[in-house]
């Protein structure tokens, strides 16, 4: 069989069964940003940031988000031209402007993909007016705590909970501006099915959604004569403390954490 090749930025670049452009570009080794792409989820095109300009025989350009775009032979794609470079700063100042802004403190701090696509793209002011929609925070959940003002509609929280768990403890409700991403009813999480299993928190590109942080409460039991504290590794946490010091996933670090 032929091999099957498409030109990307002028290099013609082979490609096999990727599902979707995206991953063809990726293959080659070029960076293009996304908020809403997970390669275990059906693609969704919902923050825009990885558009493209598809070069047609007739020489027209169609823009197109690469993740839900199928590779085919023969096709021309331009990955960085000056008019994509400004819709994804322009998406990206609209998505900051609709974003509670508080870097320093927040639990996504140094690894918030939306903080990180903002430097890479030189954006240093957002022109657009600050949206003053507000949406409590929930911190109903014993392990979760959602903080909508944060959250860039992403869906890949909600797309998680149904597509990989079938729980479907949260989904996007509302319209435009006013669309938000909650339990039924706008229920605290707590009142829902939700298992309380983290993989919301793990698919979040911002800091919408992060654990639950009891480590004032464990500080002062610590300093209570009163009490003795026993401390106790989940198994979760021991079957995947181990990768953050670049062991195998699943690695057991049970007898070796302290």
Do not use: W
């Not at 992060?210 to 002062?220: G, I, Q």
């Amino acid at each position: 069989m032929a091999e099957k090749t498409l030109f990307i930025n002028g290099k013609e670049v082979a490609f096999e069964n990727e599902k979707n452009l995206l991953e063809v570009i990726r293959k080659a080794g070029i960076d293009l940003p996304t908020l809403c792409y997970h390669p275990m989820l059906k693609s969704y095109g919902a923050c825009r940031l990885c558009v493209i300009e598809n070069i047609m025989p007739n020489g027209a350009r169609m823009v197109n988000t690469a993740c839900t775009t199928a590779p085919a032979p023969g096709m021309k794609i331009e990955t960085h031209t000056p008019r994509l470079r400004q819709i994804r700063k322009v998406a990206v100042e609209l998505l900051l402007a609709a974003h509670k802004v508080e870097c320093p403190t927040c639990d996504q701090a140094g690894h918030c993909k939306l903080e990180e696509i903002a430097h890479k793209l030189g954006i240093n002011e957002v022109r657009f007016k600050k949206l003053a929609e507000h949406h409590p925070i929930d911190n109903s959940s014993v392990a979760i705590v959602r903080d909508p003002e944060k959250c860039v509609l992403c869906g890949q929280c909600v797309r998680f909970c149904k597509e990989i768990h079938g729980v479907g403890a949260i989904d996007i409700a509302g319209r435009g501006k006013n669309s938000v991403v909650t339990p039924a009813f706008f229920k605290p999480i707590a009142e829902t099915e939700c298992i309380n299993c983290g993989q919301c928190i793990v698919a979040c590109p911002t800091g919408a959604l992060h654990e639950r942080d009891d480590t004032d409460l464990v500080l002062a039991a610590l300093a209570d004569p009163t009490k003795h504290v026993a401390i106790c590794a989940a198994p979760s946490v021991r079957a995947t403390l181990g990768e953050c010091f670049g062991n195998e996933p699943g690695t057991d670090v049970e007898g070796k954490m302290a």
